[in-house]
C-alpha cells in the first residue's frame, strides 16, 4: 500500500499497465513532454518514449479515430481527452464509430480503447472545463462509463479499464484529484465494474453519488448522522455497467432514495436512476425520489458553488425525504 | 505529383511497367462482375428484394486498380461504395449478398444497411455511414503498424465530399506529423449526393489538398486501371519504406445514383452523364482488349451472360439461407451481455413466449 492521492494513483497505474503490457500505449495532447496539464502521465514518456506516449496535434476527432484505428490492429490504446469539455468534436467517433465497431463488425471488430478524461466543477474551470456530460455517454449502447471518487478505485477501475475488451470512458473528477489521499494497493489487482462500493451503511435513507460528489455526500451523512438521521452512501462508480441490484437492495432496505450529480438535472443519469426505482422497487419506497444535481443552466464560472451540490443541500434532501413518510 | 493552385492532370501515366499484364483481362473480369453486380442489385433493389444499395458504377478500374497494389496483409478501410474492392481481395459474392439481405450468413449478422460489409479475413474493415470517419482510423491502424514494425499499409478509401469532413483534416493532419504508412484514396465521382464536386471546395484539385498537410499530393485517371495501379504502387511502397503517407486523387464519375434513395435527375443533366459514359472505364478497357486482338465482341458477350448468371444465380442461393436468429440482436454490443442486456432479452423471450411478439 502507498499513500497517493486521485492523480498520482492514476499516474501509476498507467506506468504499471504499460509495464505489464508492451500493446499499451497512450496518445493526447500535452501528454508526454509536458506531463499533461493534470500531470496525470507525468515522467511516462520519460520510461516509455514518445512512440508509446504520444503528443497529438489539437483534434479530438483525430485522437479517437486514430485510437479506434490502433485498437482494430491490436493495440490497446489509452486516449486522454484533455477536458471532458472539449470531447464534442470526437462524438461522432466515440458515438457513430467506437461505440459501434463490435456490434457493426458482427463481433469481428472489436475497439479496446480507453478514454481518459477530467470532467467535473468546483476549480474555477468555467463553462468550459467544468462540465458532467457523463449522460451522453451513458445513453450510447456500447460504451462503458466509469467514474472513480478514491485513489484506490481510481487504479483498480483503470486496470479494469486497460484490460476490458470494450470501450470504455473513464471520468476522473479533477476536483478531487489532489484534495484527498488514500491508500492505494501496490500490487495490480482490478476492480471489477458493474459493483456499487458501500461507503457508509445506513438505515433510513440511501444517498447516491459517484466522482466528485462523493465526497460531499459523505459530508451530508455524517452531517444527517448527528440529528438521528442514518444515510447509506452508495458510490455507483461504474454507471454503465450499473449495479441495479445494489441501488435496488439499498432502497428495499431505507425505503427512500436521494441520487446526487453534478451534471444538469433533466435527463442526467440520475433520471435513469429514478426510473429504475420506479420500475423495481417503487413498493419499497416511503417517500419520493430526489435528485439533489446542478441546475438546469449551463455551468456558471464566478457562481459554480451555487451551481454545484454541496453536504447542506444533500442533508436537507434527506431530511425531506425521512420526514415526508 | 500536382502543384497546389494547379490543374496539371498528370494522367498521362496510362502505362505502368509493374502492372501485371497477364491479368489484364482478370481485371477486365473483375470490372464486369462489379458491374453486373450493380446492375443487379439496382433492380433487386426496385422488386423490394433488398433493402437498399449504393452502386459503384463507374469505380471499378479505380477500385480494382488501387486494391491490386495492395497486398493481403494491407488493411483497407472502405467508404460504403466499394465492392470491387472487397471482390478483389477475395470477398465471394455470396457473402456480398449474404450481407445485403442481412441473412443467418451475414458476416455481420444482418447489423447494417446494404453495402455496409466488413471482412476481418481479408483486412476490409466494416464500413459506416458517417462521412470520412474511417480515414483517421486508417492512420491510427497505420500508426500502429508504424510501432509494429509491419511491412504494411493501410488505405483510406473515401469521396470528394469526404474532403470537406472534420476526418479527412485530422487524418491527413495526423498522417502528415507522423509519417504513418497510410494511403490516402480519394476517389473524386464528382457528387456528394447532390453537391457538384466544383461546390465542395474551391481548391483546384483535392489532390493539392496533400499539401497543407506536407503530403505528396497525386492526380490520377481513375478510368484507367493502369494508372490508378501505378499511383496506389509507388504511394504503397513510399510508405512501407519509411517515406509517409500519399493524398491521391482518382478522378472518376458516379454514372448511378447515390443510392436507390436518390434521384439524380434532380440536380444533374441526360448530358452530363452520357458525356461521362463516354470515359466509361469497363467500356475503355474492353477497347484496350478487343485493339489488342486477345478479345472480341463473342467472347464478351459470352463473359457477361455466364456473368449475369452467376450473378442471378448467387443471389438466389443466398436469398434461401436462413433468416438470422432474433435473439441475435442482443449479441456483440459489449464481449459480454451486460446484466442490463441480459434482462432485456429475458423480457424479450417472455414477450415471444406470450404471443405478443410474433416472429
Given at each position: 500500500m502507498t499513500e497517493l492521492n486521485l492523480v498520482q494513483a492514476i499516474n501509476r497505474t498507467l506506468r504499471d499497465a504499460m509495464r505489464e503490457d508492451p500493446n499499451v500505449l497512450l496518445l493526447g495532447e500535452d501528454i508526454g513532454v509536458n506531463g499533461g496539464v493534470f500531470r496525470a502521465t507525468d515522467g511516462l514518456i520519460k520510461e516509455f518514449g514518445a512512440d508509446r506516449v504520444i503528443d497529438t496535434p489539437l483534434s479530438e476527432t483525430g485522437i479517437i479515430g486514430a485510437a479506434i484505428g490502433m485498437a482494430l490492429y491490436g493495440l490497446k490504446p489509452v486516449a486522454e481527452i484533455q477536458f471532458l469539455d472539449?470531447?464534442?468534436?470526437?462524438?461522432?467517433?466515440?458515438?457513430?464509430?467506437?461505440?459501434?465497431?463490435?456490434?457493426r463488425s458482427g463481433g469481428q471488430y472489436p475497439a479496446h480503447v480507453v478514454i481518459r478524461s477530467p470532467y467535473g466543477g468546483g476549480i474555477k474551470g468555467g463553462l468550459y472545463h467544468s462540465q458532467s456530460?457523463?449522460?451522453?455517454?451513458?445513453?450510447?449502447?456500447?460504451i462503458k462509463v466509469i467514474v472513480p471518487s478514491t485513489p484506490a478505485d481510481a487504479r483498480g477501475l483503470l486496470l479494469s479499464a486497460i484490460d476490458d475488451p470494450d470501450p470504455v470512458l473513464f471520468l476522473e473528477p479533477k476536483r478531487i484529484y489532489r484534495s484527498l489521499t488514500g491508500e492505494v494497493p501496490d500490487n495490480s489487482e482490478r476492480t471489477p465494474f458493474g459493483r456499487a462500493r458501500l461507503v457508509r451503511e445506513g438505515s433510513d435513507v440511501s444517498l447516491f453519488a459517484y466522482g466528485a460528489m462523493v465526497p460531499p455526500t459523505v459530508g451530508a451523512a455524517e452531517a444527517l448522522a448527528k440529528e438521528g438521521v442514518s444515510a447509506e452512501v452508495i458510490d455507483l462508480r461504474s454507471l454503465?455497467?450499473?449495479?441495479?441490484?445494489?441501488?435496488?437492495?439499498?432502497?428495499?432496505?431505507?425505503?427512500?432514495?436521494?441520487?446526487?450529480?453534478?451534471?444538469?438535472?433533466?435527463?442526467?443519469?440520475?433520471?435513469?436512476?429514478?426510473?429504475?426505482?420506479?420500475?423495481?422497487?417503487?413498493?419499497?419506497?416511503?417517500?419520493?425520489?430526489?435528485?439533489?444535481?446542478?441546475?438546469?443552466?449551463?455551468?456558471?464560472?464566478?457562481?459554480?458553488?451555487?451551481?454545484?451540490?454541496?453536504?447542506?443541500?444533500?442533508?436537507?434532501?434527506?431530511?425531506?425525504?425521512?420526514?415526508?413518510? | 505529383m500536382v502543384e497546389p493552385g494547379t490543374r496539371a492532370i498528370g494522367h498521362a501515366v496510362s502505362t505502368s511497367p509493374s502492372f501485371p499484364e497477364g491479368r489484364l483481362l482478370d481485371a477486365y473480369r473483375l470490372m464486369v462482375l462489379a458491374r453486373a453486380t450493380d446492375e443487379r442489385c439496382l433492380m433487386l433493389q426496385r422488386q423490394g428484394r433488398i433493402g437498399f444499395y449504393a452502386p459503384l458504377m463507374g469505380q471499378e478500374a479505380a477500385q480494382v486498380g488501387a486494391s491490386w497494389a495492395l497486398t493481403p496483409n494491407d488493411w483497407v478501410f472502405p467508404a460504403y461504395r466499394e465492392l470491387a474492392v472487397a471482390l478483389a481481395r477475395g470477398v465471394s459474392l455470396r457473402a456480398?449478398?449474404?450481407?445485403?439481405?442481412?441473412?443467418?450468413?451475414?458476416?455481420?449478422?444482418?447489423?447494417?444497411?446494404?453495402?455496409?460489409?466488413?471482412?476481418?479475413?481479408?483486412?476490409?474493415v466494416v464500413a459506416s455511414s458517417p462521412i470520412g470517419t474511417q480515414i483517421t482510423q486508417a492512420v491510427g491502424a497505420a500508426m500502429a503498424a508504424q510501432r509494429r514494425k509491419d511491412p504494411i499499409v493501410t488505405i483510406a478509401f473515401f469521396g470528394d465530399g469526404a474532403t470537406s469532413s472534420n476526418d479527412f483534416h485530422?487524418?491527413?493532419n495526423f498522417a502528415g506529423v507522423f509519417q504513418c504508412p497510410t494511403v490516402f484514396f480519394?476517389?473524386?465521382?464528382?457528387?456528394?449526393?447532390?453537391?457538384?464536386?466544383e461546390r465542395q471546395t474551391r481548391s483546384a484539385t483535392l489532390a493539392e489538398k496533400g499539401a497543407a498537410y506536407g503530403i505528396p499530393g497525386v492526380?490520377?485517371?481513375?478510368?484507367?486501371?493502369?494508372?490508378?495501379?501505378?499511383?496506389?504502387?509507388?504511394?504503397?511502397?513510399?510508405?512501407?519504406?519509411?517515406?509517409?503517407?500519399?493524398?491521391?486523387?482518382?478522378?472518376?464519375?458516379?454514372?448511378?445514383?447515390?443510392?436507390?434513395?436518390?434521384?439524380?435527375?434532380?440536380?444533374?443533366?441526360?448530358?452530363?452523364?452520357?458525356?461521362?459514359?463516354?470515359?466509361?472505364?469497363?467500356?475503355?478497357?474492353?477497347?484496350?482488349?478487343?485493339?489488342?486482338?486477345?478479345?472480341?465482341?463473342?467472347?464478351?458477350?459470352?463473359?457477361?451472360?455466364?456473368v449475369r448468371s452467376r450473378v442471378s444465380k448467387t443471389f438466389e442461393e443466398a436469398e434461401k439461407a436462413k433468416p438470422l436468429d432474433p435473439r441475435s440482436v442482443f449479441d456483440d454490443v459489449f464481449v459480454t451481455l451486460t446484466p442490463r442486456l441480459a434482462e432485456e432479452r429475458a423480457h424479450f423471450d417472455d414477450l415471444v413466449r406470450e404471443g405478443v411478439l410474433k416472429l
Open positions: 472539449f470531447i464534442y468534436p470526437a462524438f461522432d467517433q466515440i458515438v457513430s464509430e467506437l461505440a459501434k465497431f463490435r456490434y456530460t457523463e449522460a451522453y455517454f451513458c445513453h450510447t449502447p456500447g454503465v455497467p450499473l449495479d441495479e441490484a445494489a441501488v435496488i437492495a439499498s432502497v428495499e432496505k431505507t425505503g427512500r432514495a436521494v441520487i446526487v450529480h453534478e451534471a444538469a438535472r433533466f435527463c442526467g443519469f440520475g433520471a435513469e436512476l429514478a426510473a429504475l426505482l420506479a420500475e423495481k422497487a417503487l413498493y419499497s419506497l416511503k417517500s419520493p425520489v430526489a435528485r439533489v444535481t446542478g441546475f438546469d443552466t449551463p455551468f456558471p464560472y464566478a457562481l459554480e458553488n451555487v451551481y454545484l451540490p454541496n453536504a447542506e443541500r444533500i442533508a436537507h434532501a434527506a431530511k425531506n425525504a425521512v420526514r415526508a413518510s | 456480398i449478398f449474404d450481407q445485403l439481405l442481412g441473412n443467418a450468413e451475414d458476416v455481420i449478422k444482418g447489423r447494417q444497411m446494404p453495402n455496409h460489409f466488413g471482412f476481418r479475413d481479408v483486412n476490409f485530422a487524418g491527413l480519394c476517389q473524386n465521382n464528382q457528387w456528394a449526393i447532390s453537391m457538384p464536386r492526380l490520377v485517371d481513375g478510368n484507367d486501371v493502369r494508372a490508378v495501379f501505378e499511383a496506389v504502387r509507388e504511394a504503397r511502397e513510399r510508405a512501407v519504406s519509411g517515406g509517409g503517407p500519399t493524398m491521391i486523387e482518382a478522378e472518376v464519375y458516379r454514372f448511378g445514383p447515390h443510392s436507390t434513395s436518390d434521384d439524380p435527375t434532380r440536380y444533374r443533366t441526360d448530358q452530363q452523364l452520357s458525356a461521362a459514359k463516354e470515359r466509361d472505364p469497363v467500356g475503355r478497357l474492353k477497347g484496350e482488349l478487343l485493339t489488342s486482338g486477345t478479345w472480341s465482341e463473342d467472347l464478351d458477350r459470352e463473359l457477361r451472360e455466364s
